[in-house]
């Protein structure tokens, strides 16, 4: 049974840091993409970030560039989300994803183009 499981969120001022990690189970993902995406309460899913399979190539959304990186391991099979000077905007329940194509070129914020999904970290900013 494939597994993404994430972890790492809580509650952080603003300006504030955390790093989220999504450990996947089940299958290797290490010729797959992976994404972070965000929901807020009351608010439709959002794209944050994308990693490709080698972690030679990354996408963010314009809301947390410069601010929010991306990283793998792929030999842990985890993907990482690094978030730096934090907002209350960036309030979610933050989820991982993974696509079931291998060797993709080329990124996506879409979630249609991701297969797997964990169950989300709360990740709460306070100002």
């Known amino acids: 049974q494939v597994q993404l499981v994430e972890s790492g969120g809580g509650l952080v001022q603003a300006g504030g840091s955390l790093r989220l990690s999504c450990a996947a189970s089940g299958r290797t993902f290490s010729r797959n993409a992976m994404a972070w995406f965000r929901q807020a309460p009351g608010k439709e899913r959002e794209f944050v970030a994308a990693i490709n399979w080698s972690g030679t190539s990354t996408y963010y959304a314009d809301s947390v560039k410069g601010r929010f990186t991306i990283s793998r391991d792929n030999a842990e099979n985890t993907v990482y989300l690094q978030m730096n000077s934090l907002k209350p905007e960036d309030t979610a329940v933050y989820s991982c994803?993974?696509?079931?194509?291998?060797?993709?070129?080329?990124?996506?914020?879409?979630?249609?183009?991701?297969?797997?999904w964990g169950q989300g970290t709360q990740v709460t900013v306070s100002s």
């Open positions: 994803a993974a696509d079931a194509a291998t060797l993709r070129v080329g990124l996506s914020g879409s979630g249609s183009r991701y297969n797997y």
